[in-house]
């Protein structure tokens, strides 16, 4: 049975994944002729169960299924159609076909619920296009900021020129939002783009938060030199000095609480030449945690033995900050109706961060929000051997189906 | 009297300084017009000088001096006059400059010797223009490598075509070498390129030996990720593992004997996106001493210490040795006329290997062959930085002047 709802939810996937701008891989960026087909195709499922559907001024989709109650708060579910370069068809995709049948299979059952229930494809999520992101999250929650109608894409294209070329009209973003007091929630099928589920041997997970990020770059400057004059001890090589600090930072992260992740992703070194001693190293740091306090931390002590080891050195270090974004929590009632819907099917529950932003952290801004991951293939993704399987896609849909009466009606009552 | 010396010998490199392809900077490339001047400008000093002045087939210019003995071998000093880019005025042509003046000031003193002496300016020593490398001595020891004429420098240029445009005979090549029994030996005088001698407060040194080098590239392969979503106990990170390796490389050169220098100069690492876990780093190792089995040794160390850094991280590590050198031991018997012409000077006699590749190590296969080193100031070269002061150039001369007589007798004496 869950076998098969996967299964079905893959046939969508593999029609959304046929549409792309680049043959031979998965390519789908906002406000694009590719993005348009994929918003017609979602539509059109929406329209053939019933739903209210309609665009908003960021090109969102949005299908409504009303619960027939006056008054009735609205509980979004919903996640994003754009992809990266060389996408998979999991990532984004999922979070809006699973609601889908899962509110199929959730109506068949007879649901009753409290609230609306609204099925959102947002169209801007990658950042594959534009400087900005979360274009859809941020209209729909209010907070889109109109400076960002100026980024440009790499042809020169602003944003805003790029949503009239598209048939939207900026000035009616502001119509897109939803009045805090008619939002129930928000809820995100998404694969876990990790390894944990995989190696505990589950499908399902719930999130319990997602995780903050510090992102910065630091410029080691030593004394560049003759590779086979100079000696070891009269050395100040600027790359060496970065090792060392790669070393300290991943042994500090390696020894961290709170789920702590560090990456080095980006590295360059100067001048660059086999027989030259480097005097310059760049390199970029990328550190997360579920728990701010542990990550702010994690930054600063590596920071300061950095500077210990330039000093030592005798090299200098240089740190840019370029981004800050503090843990974002899912809401415990919600992660309580998921975790009593995976209980349901049999599974032990899991909790765990998610270490990549998702619109469920634009989304919290406005009220609950929280998310179901689901297992997927050697913690892959962005990338063509991105995979979950039928079963565990089918579990998702279950679970969702499953969650949505729990998670609707509680929050009526409570309010 | 020696700083004087020191400022004859600048007022020569300064116009030979002043010939270069680009404005602003110096830079002198084997056969273009400016070798062509510079050439000229060698030649006409040597004449001047009373030298018997030709050219050979490869474009070094000799000048030669006779010391009216029947059968008198042939004792050969110089260097190149070829440049890096952006180089300085010492590298090379104080090898050219020095031995004009010691030669004269020997004269003047009366030099009484067994030996012909020529002073030679090589042409091709930095590697700027073709592949290969040493023309000059190569030719001049029998030795040069006929394949190299089809080398192409980076505007198509055969060596071959450039030799025949500058009016030189490919098939005179053979003609510019030197027969091993009229050959007496080579002397080169050259800046340190290093730190060792201004750090012990020494205007000069003899080199004791050119160092044996190894060069390769290291392939870590691990497994690429999300910065977020994967924790640090399931990561393969292939930047880190090199990080462990160039740490380890250190370690080892630094606790190393016999002037044991490990240098990584050249790294990538893929993808290179600032929020993956690198998959790929890839870098360049140049390692040397002044003893094979030590370097032979540490490398071999190393690499079992880098298999087993990969192994432990779930990586794989792949090297390819690029280059191997064998050590060049200078002469003894030159060693010692040089160190006894410093010693004479007043000061502390140093001997230290040349971590650089020299002429003197292509001579070296002909026969006797030592250099001299010049403090030069904090170890810089090929940069516009290069310095070598007036007094220690001056006293680089003053010893060279002192030396020819205890080389060129006791040569001929001992044959």
Redesign the interface.
Known sequence: MSKALGAEADALLLELAAITSRPGMIARFYLTPEHRRAMDLVGAWMRADGLEVSEDAVASVRGIWRCGKPDAKRLVLGSHIDTVVNAGRFDGPLGVVAPLLALREARRAGLRINHDIEIIAFGDEEGSRFPATFAGSLALTGQFNPASLDGLDEDGISLREALIAFGKSPDDIAKAAIARETFAGYLEVHI?????LE?EGLSLGVVEAI?G?T?GVLTVTGVA??????????RH?A??A???M??AL?RR??S?RD???????????GP???????DRAVF?I?V?SSVDATRVEAVSMFLEEAHAIAARRGCTLEYVESQVAKRVACDPVFRAGLAEAIALGGQRVRELP????HDAQVMAALGPSAMLFVRCKA?????PAEFASHEDMGDAIAALAAALPRIGNVRNDTD
Chains 1, 2 share one sequence.
């Open positions: 876990e783009q990790g390894p944990v190696a995780v990020q992102r030199g003759h590779a086979g004059t100079v000696p070891m001890a009269y090589d790359f060496q970065m090792a060392e790669a070393f991943e992260a390696r961290g789920g702590l992740v560090a990456t080095i992703g980006k590295v360059s070194i660059g030449l086999v027989n030259v001693i480097p970029s990328d997360r998610s270490g990549a932003g913690g892959v993704s962005h990338n």
